[in-house]
């Protein structure tokens, strides 16, 4: 079953540092997402990406979060300077469109010191 | 936006017993799906469901779009079938906006 790949699996950061959160999604899949779980939390939407460009960003993805499909398979999500609250499980996820169900990654667990 | 209450909020059994979790939301829904979170943090996604009734071995699902619930059964638990598990809905038209999820049941399977 196709999957999608979270890299890495773990990061540990320092304050104030950039970090790039890597993901391939399924390769026929149209819509593409990232999550974001702090411990003990519920999964929270940050950001959707369609057809090359944001479709919908929540409040939590302010200017710090950016995101790109540099190339035709990954997608990444670009925080510019760390905080301590910045840490979360990060997940992708993908969509093929219509009535399809989202396929989630792995996950990045991001920890912030 | 559209509003995903889980209950319980956890929930502790011998190993073979039955459960059942179930999830309310506010407004229609395009797309429902089940997910396991295990130990390591890994969504697993169990059922997508957005109306109906599916069956995966010892786990049921079950949702009744009119009436904006759905059920998810586990019959003869196992210890490794703790963890959270979270009902996620996404709206009609809303495949720009992703799924929100529910705060989730944590199950606990004792041996």
């Known amino acids: 079953e196709p999957e999608v790949t979270q890299t890495p699996s773990h990061q540990v950061t320092q304050m104030g540092q950039e970090v790039i959160l890597r993901c391939v999604p399924i390769s026929n899949h149209l819509y593409f997402y990232w999550y974001r779980q702090i411990l003990g939390q519920k999964v929270e939407f940050l950001v959707s990406f369609y057809n090359n460009e944001i479709s919908e960003k929540s409040e939590i993805f302010d200017d710090q979060f950016s995101v790109e499909r540099p190339d035709g398979s990954n997608f990444t999500l670009k925080i510019r300077s760390t905080k301590l609250e910045d840490s979360a499980m990060y997940f992708c996820?993908?969509?093929?469109?219509?009535?399809?169900?989202?396929?989630f990654g792995s996950g990045t667990r991001l920890t912030v010191v | 936006g559209i509003q995903v209450e889980q209950s319980p909020p956890d929930l502790i059994l011998q190993e073979g017993a039955n459960s059942t979790l179930r999830c309310n939301f506010s407004d229609s829904v395009n797309n429902l799906q089940w997910f396991h979170q295990n130990p390591w943090g890994q969504l697993i996604n169990l059922f997508y469901?957005?109306?109906g009734t599916k069956q995966n071995g010892r786990l049921s699902a079950t949702t009744v779009a009119t009436e904006r619930y759905s059920l998810l059964y586990i019959s003869s638990s196992q210890t490794t079938d703790s963890g959270v598990y979270f009902c996620?809905?996404?709206?009609?038209?809303?495949?720009?906006?992703?799924?929100?999820f529910g705060k989730g049941t944590h199950l606990i399977i004792q041996p």
């Open positions: 469901i957005p109306s």
């Open positions: 996620a809905v996404e709206r009609p038209g809303g495949g720009a906006d992703g799924l929100t």
């Open positions: 996820a993908s969509m093929r469109g219509g009535i399809y169900g989202y396929t």
